[in-house]
Nanobody
């Protein structure tokens, strides 16, 4: 069973940037699609971005042009570069396998102040 550990969150001002990392305890080489998700207070978890092994990416409309997902299979790590952050991006961010998710990690808190 793969264990996922997210890191890199913090408190930033509107317009700031953060880079999130997600380290997997096992290889992600054979995992075709990895994704980042987020859950804001009082809301359901939502999908943010996905990336395939071939590098194809997809983003929810609200983050397009601001967020960039990437992966390093050799390091079993998935990244999320977040620029031009907005208060509505405030949430706990998680990563996981898109199809048949593993048990969810603890996530990393991102707080954007106005």
């Amino acid at each position: 069973q793969v264990r996922l550990v997210e890191s890199g969150g913090g408190l930033v001002q509107t317009g700031g940037s953060l880079r999130l990392s997600c380290a997997a305890s096992g290889s992600i080489f054979n995992i075709n699609v990895m994704g980042w998700y987020r859950q804001a207070p009082g809301k359901q978890r939502e999908w943010v971005a996905t990336i395939t092994n071939g590098g194809t990416t997809n983003y929810r409309d609200s983050v397009k042009g601001r967020f960039t997902i990437s992966r390093d299979n050799a390091r079993s790590t998935v990244y999320l570069q977040m620029n031009s952050l907005k208060p509505e991006d405030t949430a706990v961010y998680y990563c996981n396998r898109y199809f048949a998710p593993f048990p969810w990690g603890q996530g990393t808190q991102v707080t954007v102040s106005s």
